[in-house]
């Protein structure tokens, strides 16, 4: 699926997350492990070429300190980092680097453009909707600023700011990226198939273009083809998009998604090939094995569980469609399931959130709880064959419940 800052506010709320820890720290012996083989940590391998990269950048602006320009390469490369592993840290790593830069009373656009993307990828999204909004003033035709807008207001369910980011962006960046937006809006908004055509005509963007690129147009495509109710077109442009980009964390979780709905959980489980690192990947990693009945499905939901009690404790709230789907087809805890899915709601309205909204009301047996979702449904054209199920079945619902009883 798969939520930043560096000067102010932000700094404020990750020290209140660690204060605990650090108080504790104060008046408890330190963790010595019992073992040489216990594992306090993973971090990346140096075999890993953007690891290696990280270094050079380092050095780099280590003799360049006051070069904005250097910060942002290298804060950019943590953020990207951070995007295609799923460890935010590396999100932490890119507001340290430019927090010089924000300090400042007018931070360089570059500087700001970063900072608004760190918390897009953190699920601030008004912060960051602010954010560009400012940058915007100071310099209407930046094309990636206008694309950043464009992507957080399709998350939240803002269609009619997604189109007008989207016109903006196809006068300021180009056919090639306006394409891009309109066709992901339409896929959203009921037009799949329009989607599905614009999409086509950008598929090969040239020799020259960066394997994300390409990769991020595949998994639209695989997105779009699944609202097509097309499974087999879905999964062709899945593998394509993972042979772009291999070990892409969000695309193998959008892939492990589609092979659930596919009742394929074993090969989910070969996809993942054991990830625990990534949350996203252990979660349908332990979707799979519940499905399966395996023996170890147990012990990884409690540690699931464990990993989401821990998020709650710091105070992040970017898995909540996550948390709410666990408790929902793991811990089958519908009512809980229901609330998260509705504070959920309150900050992102893509269509797995919709979904989980949608799923957990009727496993709730309360119908009318899911009205927020219906009409948003029903106001964005919003079509999907596993959402157009569901409205079907919580209008069944709420029809039968408010009917009156037959007299005996």
């Given at each position: 699926?798969a ?9 404020l709320?990750l020290?209140l ?12 012996a ?7 083989d216990v594992?306090l940590q993973?971090v990346?391998?140096?075999?890993d070429?953007r690891?290696r ?15 904005a320009k250097?910060a942002v390469?290298?804060a ?9 592993t799923?460890?935010?840290?590396f999100?932490?790593r890119?507001m340290?680097v ?8 007018l931070?360089?656009?570059?500087v700001?453009?970063?900072?608004a ?7 601030f999204?008004?912060a960051?909707?602010q954010?560009?909004?400012t ?5 209407p ?6 694309l ?6 399709m998350?939240?369910g803002?269609m009619?700011e997604?189109n ?7 006068n300021t960046?180009?056919?090639f990226?306006?394409m891009?937006?309109?066709a ?5 908004t009921?037009?799949?198939?329009q989607a599905y055509?614009?999409?086509g005509l950008?598929e090969?963007p040239?020799?020259k273009?960066p394997?994300e690129?390409?990769?991020w147009?595949e998994?639209?495509m695989?997105d779009t083809?699944?609202r097509?109710d097309r499974?087999a077109l879905?999964?062709?442009?899945f593998k394509q998009?993972?042979?772009?980009t291999p070990?892409d964390?969000?695309l193998l979780a959008?892939y492990?998604?589609f092979?659930?709905?596919e009742q ?6 070969a ?7 990534s949350d996203t ?5 332990v979707?799979a094995?519940t499905?399966?009945?395996l023996?170890?499905?147990?012990a990884?939901?409690?540690?699931m ?5 821990a998020m709650?404790?710091r105070?992040?709230h970017v898995?909540?469609r996550?948390q709410a ?7 089958h805890?519908?009512?809980r399931?229901?609330?998260l899915?509705?504070q959920?709601?309150?900050v ?16 709730a047996d309360q ?9 948003f449904?029903q106001?964005?054209?919003l079509s999907?064959?596993?959402?157009d ?5 919580l ?14």
């Amino acid at each position: 699926m798969a939520c930043r800052r560096l000067g102010g506010v932000p700094w404020l709320f990750l020290i209140l997350a660690w204060l605990p820890a650090l108080c504790a720290a104060q008046t408890r012996a330190p963790y010595i492990p019992a073992s040489p083989d216990v594992v306090l940590q993973q971090v990346p391998p140096t075999t890993d070429p953007r690891v290696r990269r990280f270094e050079q950048l380092r050095l780099d602006l280590q003799r360049h300190p006051h070069d904005a320009k250097r910060a942002v390469t290298l804060a950019q490369a943590y953020v990207d980092y951070a995007r295609s592993t799923g460890d935010a840290r590396f999100l932490g790593r890119a507001m340290a680097v430019i927090d010089p830069w924000m300090r400042r009373p007018l931070p360089p656009i570059p500087v700001a453009l970063v900072h608004a993307t760190v918390q897009q990828s953190r699920h601030f999204f008004k912060a960051s909707r602010q954010e560009l909004t400012t940058i915007l003033a100071r310099e209407p035709n930046n094309a990636q600023a206008w694309l950043t807008l464009a992507t957080v207001a399709m998350v939240q369910g803002d269609m009619d700011e997604a189109n007008r980011a989207c016109v903006k962006l196809a006068n300021t960046g180009g056919d090639f990226m306006g394409m891009i937006c309109t066709a992901s809006l339409r896929m959203l908004t009921g037009r799949a198939p329009q989607a599905y055509a614009l999409l086509g005509l950008v598929e090969d963007p040239g020799p020259k273009a960066p394997p994300e690129i390409r990769a991020w147009i595949e998994g639209l495509m695989a997105d779009t083809a699944m609202r097509l109710d097309r499974a087999a077109l879905a999964e062709q442009h899945f593998k394509q998009a993972l042979q772009w980009t291999p070990g892409d964390n969000f695309l193998l979780a959008d892939y492990a998604d589609f092979l659930l709905d596919e009742q394929r959980p074993r090969d989910v489980l070969a996809l993942l090939q054991g990830d625990s690192a990534s949350d996203t990947s252990f979660l349908r990693q332990v979707y799979a094995e519940t499905a399966l009945g395996l023996p170890q499905a147990k012990a990884d939901a409690a540690a699931m569980a464990a990993r989401f009690a821990a998020m709650d404790a710091r105070g992040s709230h970017v898995f909540q469609r996550e948390q709410a789907g666990f408790a929902l087809h793991v811990q089958h805890d519908a009512p809980r399931a229901l609330a998260l899915a509705q504070q959920n709601w309150t900050v992102q309205r893509a269509p797995q959130d919709v979904r989980i909204y949608l799923e957990a009301a009727l496993a709730a047996d309360q119908p009318a709880a899911a009205q927020p979702a219906l009409d948003f449904v029903q106001r964005t054209h919003l079509s999907d064959p596993s959402i157009d199920r569901l409205v079907a079945r919580l209008r069944s619902d709420a029809m039968a419940q408010a009917a009156p009883r037959a007299k005996p």
